[in-house]
Protein backbone atom coordinates (compact mmCIF):
# COMPACT_ATOMS: atom_id res chain seq x y z
CA UNK A 1 0.00 0.00 0.00
CA UNK A 2 2.66 2.41 0.62
CA UNK A 3 4.35 1.94 -2.43
CA UNK A 4 1.19 2.35 -4.57
CA UNK A 5 0.78 5.33 -2.60
CA UNK A 6 4.22 6.91 -3.29
CA UNK A 7 3.87 5.99 -6.99
CA UNK A 8 0.26 8.14 -7.08
CA UNK A 9 2.37 10.94 -5.53
CA UNK A 10 5.12 10.80 -7.90
CA UNK A 11 2.59 10.81 -10.49
CA UNK A 12 0.76 14.06 -9.26
CA UNK A 13 4.34 15.93 -8.32
CA UNK A 14 4.64 14.97 -12.31
CA UNK A 15 1.17 16.18 -13.46
CA UNK A 16 1.64 19.52 -11.31
CA UNK A 17 5.25 20.06 -12.94
CA UNK A 18 4.04 19.27 -16.42
CA UNK A 19 1.36 21.82 -15.85
CA UNK A 20 3.22 24.69 -14.32
CA UNK A 21 6.14 24.01 -17.03
CA UNK A 22 6.61 27.05 -19.48
CA UNK A 23 5.21 24.68 -22.69
CA UNK A 24 1.85 24.09 -20.69
CA UNK A 25 1.56 27.96 -19.98
CA UNK A 26 2.42 29.23 -23.35
CA UNK A 27 -0.65 26.25 -24.48
CA UNK A 28 -3.21 27.54 -21.45
CA UNK A 29 -2.61 31.73 -21.29
CA UNK A 30 0.23 32.99 -22.91
CA UNK A 31 -0.49 31.92 -26.61
CA UNK A 32 -1.98 35.14 -28.75
CA UNK A 33 -4.88 34.80 -31.53
CA UNK A 34 -2.07 34.95 -34.65
CA UNK A 35 0.40 32.83 -32.99
CA UNK A 36 -2.09 30.05 -32.71
CA UNK A 37 -3.37 30.53 -36.63
CA UNK A 38 -0.02 29.76 -36.92
CA UNK A 39 -0.34 26.73 -35.32
CA UNK A 40 -3.68 25.64 -36.62
CA UNK A 41 -2.68 26.24 -40.35
CA UNK A 42 -2.11 22.67 -42.03
CA UNK A 43 -0.14 24.12 -45.08
CA UNK A 44 3.00 23.22 -45.73
CA UNK A 45 5.04 26.13 -46.20
CA UNK A 46 4.24 28.68 -43.48
CA UNK A 47 6.06 31.83 -42.58
CA UNK A 48 5.49 34.46 -39.87
CA UNK A 49 6.64 38.45 -40.45
CA UNK A 50 7.24 39.87 -37.39
CA UNK A 51 8.14 42.88 -35.44
CA UNK A 52 11.01 42.18 -32.42
CA UNK A 53 9.09 40.79 -29.63
CA UNK A 54 5.75 40.14 -31.39
CA UNK A 55 5.69 36.53 -30.37
CA UNK A 56 7.14 35.27 -33.71
CA UNK A 57 10.17 32.87 -32.31
CA UNK A 58 7.68 32.04 -29.68
CA UNK A 59 5.38 30.17 -31.95
CA UNK A 60 8.66 28.40 -33.93
CA UNK A 61 9.92 27.47 -30.78
CA UNK A 62 6.82 25.72 -29.37
CA UNK A 63 5.74 24.09 -33.11
CA UNK A 64 9.13 22.36 -33.04
CA UNK A 65 8.81 21.13 -29.56
CA UNK A 66 5.10 19.57 -30.10
CA UNK A 67 6.20 17.98 -33.58
CA UNK A 68 9.25 16.54 -32.04
CA UNK A 69 7.55 15.19 -28.54
CA UNK A 70 4.29 14.02 -30.68
CA UNK A 71 2.06 16.18 -29.14
CA UNK A 72 1.17 18.86 -31.74
CA UNK A 73 -2.70 19.59 -31.01
CA UNK A 74 -3.78 20.71 -34.82
CA UNK A 75 -1.63 17.96 -37.17
CA UNK A 76 -0.92 14.14 -37.37
CA UNK A 77 1.91 13.50 -34.87
CA UNK A 78 4.44 10.53 -35.33
CA UNK A 79 6.33 8.15 -32.85
CA UNK A 80 9.52 9.69 -34.38
CA UNK A 81 10.87 12.80 -36.62
CA UNK A 82 13.51 14.47 -38.00
CA UNK A 83 13.99 18.39 -38.26
CA UNK A 84 16.29 20.91 -38.38
CA UNK A 85 16.13 24.85 -36.70
CA UNK A 86 18.23 26.74 -39.18
CA UNK A 87 19.55 29.75 -37.79
CA UNK A 88 21.89 32.46 -39.77
CA UNK A 89 24.75 31.93 -37.64
CA UNK A 90 25.92 30.14 -35.03
CA UNK A 91 25.81 33.04 -32.42
CA UNK A 92 22.33 33.95 -33.34
CA UNK A 93 21.07 30.21 -32.87
CA UNK A 94 23.09 30.01 -29.44
CA UNK A 95 21.41 33.17 -28.14
CA UNK A 96 17.64 32.95 -29.58
CA UNK A 97 16.39 29.49 -31.56
CA UNK A 98 18.52 27.27 -29.09
CA UNK A 99 17.56 28.81 -25.72
CA UNK A 100 14.01 29.17 -26.86
CA UNK A 101 13.69 25.14 -27.59
CA UNK A 102 15.56 24.73 -24.00
CA UNK A 103 13.03 26.91 -22.40
CA UNK A 104 9.96 24.60 -23.89
CA UNK A 105 11.74 21.38 -23.43
CA UNK A 106 11.36 20.11 -20.30
CA UNK A 107 14.90 18.20 -18.76
CA UNK A 108 12.83 15.22 -18.59
CA UNK A 109 12.11 14.87 -22.53
CA UNK A 110 15.81 15.09 -23.50
CA UNK A 111 17.60 11.71 -23.53
CA UNK A 112 20.91 13.19 -25.06
CA UNK A 113 22.59 16.45 -26.26
CA UNK A 114 25.13 16.45 -28.76
CA UNK A 115 27.30 19.50 -29.13
CA UNK A 116 29.26 21.16 -31.88
CA UNK A 117 30.90 23.73 -29.11
CA UNK A 118 31.04 23.81 -25.47
CA UNK A 119 29.73 21.79 -22.72
CA UNK A 120 27.22 19.06 -22.63
CA UNK A 121 26.27 19.80 -19.01
CA UNK A 122 25.67 23.06 -19.72
CA UNK A 123 24.32 23.86 -23.36
CA UNK A 124 23.29 26.86 -22.61
CA UNK A 125 26.20 28.28 -23.24
CA UNK A 126 27.75 26.45 -26.24
CA UNK A 127 26.33 25.47 -29.52
CA UNK A 128 24.42 22.14 -30.13
CA UNK A 129 24.96 20.56 -32.86
CA UNK A 130 21.37 18.37 -32.05
CA UNK A 131 18.94 16.85 -29.45
CA UNK A 132 17.47 13.68 -29.18
CA UNK A 133 13.51 13.96 -27.52
CA UNK A 134 11.77 11.35 -26.27
CA UNK A 135 8.72 11.15 -28.50
CA UNK A 136 5.23 10.23 -26.28
CA UNK A 137 5.09 7.07 -27.97
CA UNK A 138 7.97 5.67 -27.28
CA UNK A 139 10.38 6.42 -30.06
CA UNK A 140 13.32 9.02 -29.91
CA UNK A 141 13.40 12.53 -32.50
CA UNK A 142 16.17 14.63 -33.44
CA UNK A 143 16.53 18.07 -33.65
CA UNK A 144 19.18 19.49 -35.80
CA UNK A 145 20.71 22.88 -35.32
CA UNK A 146 22.24 24.21 -38.46
CA UNK A 147 23.87 27.61 -39.56
CA UNK A 148 23.07 29.37 -42.61
CA UNK A 149 27.37 30.60 -42.43
CA UNK A 150 27.69 27.19 -43.24
CA UNK A 151 26.79 27.25 -46.72
CA UNK A 152 24.02 25.38 -48.82
CA UNK A 153 26.63 22.37 -49.06
CA UNK A 154 26.36 21.44 -45.40
CA UNK A 155 22.38 21.18 -46.14
CA UNK A 156 22.76 18.23 -48.63
CA UNK A 157 21.63 14.69 -48.29
CA UNK A 158 18.98 14.32 -45.07
CA UNK A 159 15.68 13.50 -44.76
CA UNK A 160 13.72 15.45 -42.57
CA UNK A 161 9.95 15.96 -41.98
CA UNK A 162 10.08 19.63 -41.34
CA UNK A 163 12.30 22.20 -41.47
CA UNK A 164 12.28 25.89 -39.12
CA UNK A 165 14.32 28.89 -40.43
CA UNK A 166 14.43 31.27 -37.47
CA UNK A 167 14.92 34.37 -39.46
CA UNK A 168 15.49 34.20 -43.03
CA UNK A 169 17.88 32.60 -44.99
CA UNK A 170 19.88 32.31 -48.17
CA UNK A 171 17.95 31.49 -51.01
CA UNK A 172 20.29 28.31 -51.75
CA UNK A 173 19.78 27.25 -48.32
CA UNK A 174 15.91 27.48 -48.53
CA UNK A 175 15.47 25.82 -52.05
CA UNK A 176 18.33 23.12 -50.16
CA UNK A 177 15.80 22.53 -47.33
CA UNK A 178 12.46 22.60 -49.56
CA UNK A 179 14.64 19.42 -51.23
CA UNK A 180 14.94 17.76 -47.69
CA UNK A 181 11.59 17.21 -46.60
CA UNK A 182 10.41 16.20 -50.33
CA UNK A 183 10.61 12.80 -50.03
CA UNK A 184 8.49 12.83 -46.36
CA UNK A 185 6.10 15.28 -47.43
CA UNK A 186 7.29 16.93 -45.07
CA UNK A 187 7.09 20.67 -44.39
CA UNK A 188 8.96 24.54 -43.70
CA UNK A 189 8.05 27.09 -41.88
CA UNK A 190 9.62 30.74 -41.02
CA UNK A 191 9.69 33.44 -38.48
CA UNK A 192 11.19 36.35 -39.96
CA UNK A 193 11.61 40.58 -39.39
CA UNK A 194 12.06 41.27 -42.67
CA UNK A 195 15.10 44.05 -42.26
CA UNK A 196 16.43 43.04 -45.98
CA UNK A 197 14.26 44.33 -47.74
CA UNK A 198 12.56 43.10 -50.96
CA UNK A 199 14.37 40.07 -50.81
CA UNK A 200 13.82 36.32 -52.28
CA UNK A 201 11.10 36.01 -49.63
CA UNK A 202 9.11 38.93 -50.23
CA UNK A 203 8.59 37.46 -54.32
CA UNK A 204 8.63 33.87 -53.65
CA UNK A 205 5.94 34.25 -50.14
CA UNK A 206 4.47 37.48 -49.75
CA UNK A 207 3.46 38.47 -53.36
CA UNK A 208 2.29 34.88 -54.58
CA UNK A 209 0.61 33.72 -51.48
CA UNK A 210 -2.62 33.43 -53.39
CA UNK A 211 -1.12 31.75 -56.35
CA UNK A 212 -0.05 28.93 -54.06
CA UNK A 213 -2.02 26.24 -52.48
CA UNK A 214 0.68 25.42 -49.96
CA UNK A 215 1.67 29.30 -49.19
CA UNK A 216 0.48 31.19 -46.19
CA UNK A 217 1.79 33.82 -44.12
CA UNK A 218 1.04 36.09 -41.38
CA UNK A 219 2.04 39.58 -39.74
CA UNK A 220 2.79 39.72 -36.06
CA UNK A 221 3.22 43.05 -34.38
CA UNK A 222 3.96 44.52 -30.69
CA UNK A 223 -0.05 44.78 -30.28
CA UNK A 224 -0.52 41.42 -30.83
CA UNK A 225 1.87 40.65 -28.03
CA UNK A 226 -0.38 40.83 -24.65
CA UNK A 227 2.90 41.00 -22.76
CA UNK A 228 4.37 44.16 -24.06
CA UNK A 229 3.41 46.97 -21.98
CA UNK A 230 1.77 49.88 -24.47
CA UNK A 231 4.33 52.49 -22.58
CA UNK A 232 7.59 50.44 -23.60
CA UNK A 233 5.69 50.27 -27.06
CA UNK A 234 5.52 53.54 -27.28
CA UNK A 235 8.87 54.57 -25.96
CA UNK A 236 10.54 51.94 -28.55
CA UNK A 237 8.86 53.71 -31.70
CA UNK A 238 9.80 57.20 -30.39
CA UNK A 239 13.26 55.97 -31.21
CA UNK A 240 12.92 54.75 -34.74
CA UNK A 241 12.35 55.90 -38.39
CA UNK A 242 9.22 55.14 -40.40
CA UNK A 243 10.68 52.09 -42.35
CA UNK A 244 12.51 51.05 -39.41
CA UNK A 245 9.12 51.05 -37.63
CA UNK A 246 7.63 49.25 -40.06
CA UNK A 247 10.20 46.42 -40.23
CA UNK A 248 10.76 46.27 -36.43
CA UNK A 249 7.48 46.74 -34.81
CA UNK A 250 4.91 45.58 -37.92
CA UNK A 251 7.11 42.95 -39.56
CA UNK A 252 6.42 44.89 -42.86
CA UNK A 253 8.73 44.54 -46.13
CA UNK A 254 10.19 48.05 -46.93
CA UNK A 255 12.15 49.28 -50.45
CA UNK A 256 13.77 52.63 -49.21
CA UNK A 257 10.04 54.06 -50.77
CA UNK A 258 6.76 53.39 -49.73
CA UNK A 259 3.98 51.24 -50.63
CA UNK A 260 1.33 53.60 -52.81
CA UNK A 261 -1.57 51.43 -51.39
CA UNK A 262 -0.76 51.14 -47.91
CA UNK A 263 -4.59 50.85 -47.43
CA UNK A 264 -4.76 47.58 -49.04
CA UNK A 265 -5.23 44.40 -46.97
CA UNK A 266 -6.47 41.39 -46.21
CA UNK A 267 -9.65 43.15 -45.46
CA UNK A 268 -9.68 43.56 -49.33
CA UNK A 269 -9.61 40.08 -50.59
CA UNK A 270 -12.64 38.12 -50.52
CA UNK A 271 -13.89 34.38 -51.52
CA UNK A 272 -15.25 34.58 -54.72
CA UNK A 273 -18.90 33.88 -55.56
CA UNK A 274 -21.11 34.36 -58.46
CA UNK A 275 -22.83 38.24 -58.47
CA UNK A 276 -26.02 39.15 -59.18
CA UNK A 277 -26.33 39.85 -63.30
CA UNK A 278 -26.96 43.15 -62.72
CA UNK A 279 -23.93 44.03 -60.66
CA UNK A 280 -21.85 43.36 -63.44
CA UNK A 281 -20.42 46.79 -64.92
CA UNK A 282 -17.54 46.47 -67.22
CA UNK A 283 -14.33 44.49 -67.58
CA UNK A 284 -11.02 46.92 -67.95
CA UNK A 285 -8.05 45.97 -70.22
CA UNK A 286 -4.06 47.55 -69.94
CA UNK A 287 -3.02 45.57 -73.27
CA UNK A 288 0.54 44.02 -73.84
CA UNK A 289 2.37 42.00 -76.66
CA UNK A 290 5.44 41.10 -74.75
CA UNK A 291 4.48 42.38 -71.29
CA UNK A 292 1.34 40.75 -69.88
CA UNK A 293 -2.03 41.91 -70.86
CA UNK A 294 -4.06 42.58 -67.55
CA UNK A 295 -8.07 42.34 -67.80
CA UNK A 296 -10.11 42.34 -65.00
CA UNK A 297 -14.03 42.35 -64.61
CA UNK A 298 -15.53 44.43 -62.66
CA UNK A 299 -19.04 44.60 -60.47
CA UNK A 300 -20.98 47.17 -58.88
CA UNK A 301 -23.45 46.49 -55.85
CA UNK A 302 -26.51 48.64 -55.37
CA UNK A 303 -24.25 50.30 -52.52
CA UNK A 304 -21.47 51.05 -54.72
CA UNK A 305 -19.04 48.36 -53.86
CA UNK A 306 -16.59 47.41 -56.52
CA UNK A 307 -15.87 43.79 -57.01
CA UNK A 308 -13.16 42.44 -58.75
CA UNK A 309 -14.60 39.11 -59.92
CA UNK A 310 -12.13 37.43 -62.94
CA UNK A 311 -8.70 37.97 -64.28
CA UNK A 312 -7.09 37.18 -67.21
CA UNK A 313 -3.13 38.16 -67.09
CA UNK A 314 -0.45 36.67 -69.83
CA UNK A 315 2.27 37.45 -71.45
CA UNK A 316 3.78 36.88 -75.26
CA UNK A 317 0.27 36.17 -76.75
CA UNK A 318 -1.41 38.17 -79.68
CA UNK A 319 -4.82 40.18 -79.64
CA UNK A 320 -6.75 36.95 -81.10
CA UNK A 321 -5.54 34.96 -78.33
CA UNK A 322 -6.46 37.68 -75.59
CA UNK A 323 -9.72 38.26 -77.11
CA UNK A 324 -10.94 34.57 -76.83
CA UNK A 325 -9.70 33.86 -73.46
CA UNK A 326 -11.95 37.50 -72.40
CA UNK A 327 -14.58 35.88 -73.89
CA UNK A 328 -14.36 32.17 -72.51
CA UNK A 329 -14.22 33.33 -68.85
CA UNK A 330 -17.21 35.76 -70.17
CA UNK A 331 -18.93 33.04 -70.77
CA UNK A 332 -18.33 31.31 -67.86
CA UNK A 333 -19.51 34.35 -65.61
CA UNK A 334 -22.91 34.60 -67.92
CA UNK A 335 -21.28 38.37 -68.53
CA UNK A 336 -23.52 40.40 -70.62
CA UNK A 337 -23.37 41.70 -74.29
CA UNK A 338 -24.39 44.85 -76.01
CA UNK A 339 -26.77 44.61 -78.76
CA UNK A 340 -24.23 43.32 -81.30
CA UNK A 341 -23.19 40.58 -78.77
CA UNK A 342 -20.28 42.11 -78.02
CA UNK A 343 -18.44 42.35 -74.65
CA UNK A 344 -17.32 45.85 -73.86
CA UNK A 345 -14.10 47.07 -71.64
CA UNK A 346 -12.26 49.94 -71.01
CA UNK A 347 -8.44 49.87 -72.66
CA UNK A 348 -5.34 52.42 -72.44
CA UNK A 349 -5.61 55.04 -75.14
CA UNK A 350 -2.39 53.48 -76.29
CA UNK A 351 -4.66 50.78 -77.63
CA UNK A 352 -5.07 53.56 -80.72
CA UNK A 353 -2.07 53.39 -82.53
CA UNK A 354 -1.30 51.11 -85.45
CA UNK A 355 0.36 47.82 -85.21
CA UNK A 356 4.10 47.23 -86.56
CA UNK A 357 2.17 46.04 -89.94
CA UNK A 358 0.39 49.51 -89.40
CA UNK A 359 -3.19 48.26 -90.64
CA UNK A 360 -4.97 48.33 -87.70
CA UNK A 361 -4.84 49.28 -84.38
CA UNK A 362 -5.10 47.22 -81.30
CA UNK A 363 -8.40 48.87 -80.65
CA UNK A 364 -9.84 48.09 -84.05
CA UNK A 365 -8.47 44.48 -83.61
CA UNK A 366 -10.40 43.74 -80.48
CA UNK A 367 -13.17 44.92 -81.87
CA UNK A 368 -12.65 42.44 -84.94
CA UNK A 369 -12.92 39.89 -82.21
CA UNK A 370 -15.95 40.38 -80.38
CA UNK A 371 -14.45 43.03 -77.75
CA UNK A 372 -16.44 46.18 -77.86
CA UNK A 373 -12.92 48.56 -76.34
CA UNK A 374 -13.32 52.31 -75.08
CA UNK A 375 -10.16 54.03 -75.42
CA UNK A 376 -11.11 57.34 -74.10
CA UNK A 377 -9.99 56.56 -70.17
CA UNK A 378 -8.19 58.67 -68.11
CA UNK A 379 -5.00 58.18 -67.18
CA UNK A 380 -4.06 60.56 -64.62
CA UNK A 381 -2.50 58.59 -62.24
CA UNK A 382 -2.11 60.66 -58.96
CA UNK A 383 -5.70 61.49 -59.05
CA UNK A 384 -6.32 57.94 -60.29
CA UNK A 385 -4.33 56.57 -57.78
CA UNK A 386 -6.12 59.14 -54.53
CA UNK A 387 -9.76 57.66 -55.93
CA UNK A 388 -8.24 53.76 -55.58
CA UNK A 389 -6.94 54.69 -52.27
CA UNK A 390 -10.73 56.27 -51.07
CA UNK A 391 -12.14 52.89 -51.90
CA UNK A 392 -9.83 50.72 -50.47
CA UNK A 393 -10.23 52.89 -46.78
CA UNK A 394 -12.51 55.02 -46.94
CA UNK A 395 -12.83 57.89 -44.03
CA UNK A 396 -15.29 55.84 -42.20
CA UNK A 397 -16.98 52.62 -42.33
CA UNK A 398 -15.76 49.04 -44.30
CA UNK A 399 -14.03 49.38 -47.60
CA UNK A 400 -16.31 49.64 -51.05
CA UNK A 401 -13.39 48.09 -53.29
CA UNK A 402 -12.90 43.90 -52.99
CA UNK A 403 -10.79 41.86 -54.96
CA UNK A 404 -11.75 38.26 -55.28
CA UNK A 405 -8.99 35.77 -54.25
CA UNK A 406 -8.73 34.13 -57.18
CA UNK A 407 -7.34 37.60 -59.08
CA UNK A 408 -3.98 36.58 -57.50
CA UNK A 409 -1.87 39.20 -60.06
CA UNK A 410 -3.58 41.87 -59.17
CA UNK A 411 -3.17 40.91 -55.53
CA UNK A 412 0.26 40.42 -56.35
CA UNK A 413 0.60 44.13 -58.03
CA UNK A 414 -1.39 45.68 -54.78
CA UNK A 415 1.72 44.36 -52.60
CA UNK A 416 4.44 45.64 -54.99
CA UNK A 417 3.11 48.90 -55.88
CA UNK A 418 6.21 51.70 -54.55
CA UNK A 419 6.50 55.39 -55.10
CA UNK A 420 9.50 56.27 -57.10
CA UNK A 421 10.61 59.66 -57.60
CA UNK A 422 8.53 62.84 -58.40
CA UNK A 423 5.47 61.54 -56.79
CA UNK A 424 4.83 58.76 -59.26
CA UNK A 425 4.65 55.36 -58.84
CA UNK A 426 7.65 53.12 -60.24
CA UNK A 427 7.28 51.64 -63.52
CA UNK A 428 7.14 47.98 -63.26
CA UNK A 429 4.56 45.28 -62.90
CA UNK A 430 1.64 48.11 -62.57
CA UNK A 431 -0.19 46.43 -65.52
CA UNK A 432 -3.45 45.46 -62.84
CA UNK A 433 -2.66 48.82 -61.40
CA UNK A 434 -3.31 50.56 -64.72
CA UNK A 435 -6.16 49.44 -65.71
CA UNK A 436 -7.70 49.37 -62.02
CA UNK A 437 -6.76 53.43 -62.02
CA UNK A 438 -8.59 53.37 -65.85
CA UNK A 439 -11.97 51.77 -64.05
CA UNK A 440 -11.83 53.87 -61.01
CA UNK A 441 -11.73 57.05 -62.74
CA UNK A 442 -14.42 56.14 -65.42
CA UNK A 443 -16.61 55.05 -62.71
CA UNK A 444 -15.90 58.80 -60.84
CA UNK A 445 -16.80 60.16 -64.31
CA UNK A 446 -20.23 58.50 -64.39
CA UNK A 447 -21.20 59.12 -60.68
CA UNK A 448 -19.88 62.78 -61.06
CA UNK A 449 -22.43 63.42 -63.62
CA UNK A 450 -25.42 65.71 -62.09
CA UNK A 451 -28.56 64.17 -61.89
CA UNK A 452 -31.56 66.17 -63.65
CA UNK A 453 -34.32 67.17 -61.48
CA UNK A 454 -37.99 65.85 -63.57
CA UNK A 455 -38.76 69.82 -63.39
CA UNK A 456 -34.98 70.05 -66.15
CA UNK A 457 -36.35 66.37 -67.99
CA UNK A 458 -39.37 67.86 -68.82
CA UNK A 459 -38.55 71.53 -69.58
CA UNK A 460 -35.82 69.76 -72.24
CA UNK A 461 -38.61 67.42 -73.64
CA UNK A 462 -40.66 70.50 -74.42
CA UNK A 463 -37.91 72.58 -75.84
CA UNK A 464 -37.27 68.98 -77.90
CA UNK A 465 -40.59 68.23 -79.35
CA UNK A 466 -40.59 72.56 -80.20
CA UNK A 467 -37.16 72.23 -82.19
CA UNK A 468 -39.46 69.32 -83.95
CA UNK A 469 -41.93 71.74 -84.86
CA UNK A 470 -44.96 69.78 -83.58
CA UNK A 471 -46.35 72.33 -81.40
Request: charged share 30%; aromatic share 12%; proline share 4%.
Amino acid sequence: MKEILRQIQLIEREEDRRRSSPLARYNKSKIHAKQMAFHKCLKRNRWVFGGNRSGKTECGAVETVWLARGIHPYRPNKPSVSCWVVSVSQQVQREVAQQKILYYLDKSWISDVVMSSGSKGSPDYGVIDCIIVKNVFGGTSKIGFKSCEAGRDKFQGASLDFVWFDEEPPKDVYDECKMRVLDRRGHIFGTMTPLKGLTWVYDEIYLNSYNSKEVWYEFMEWADNPYLSADEAAEMSRSMSDDMLQSRRFGRFTAGQGLVYTEFGEANVIDPFLPPADWQDTLSIDPGLSNPLSCHWYCRDYDGNVYVVAEHYEANRDVCYHAAAIKRISDELCWKRDKLGRIEALIDSAANQRTLGGVKSVAELFADNGISVNTRVDKGVYAGVNRVKALLKPAEGKPKLYVFSCCVNMIREFKGYFWGNNDAPVKRDDHAMDELRYYVSDLVAKTDKPVKTWVQQDKERLYRTLKRGRL
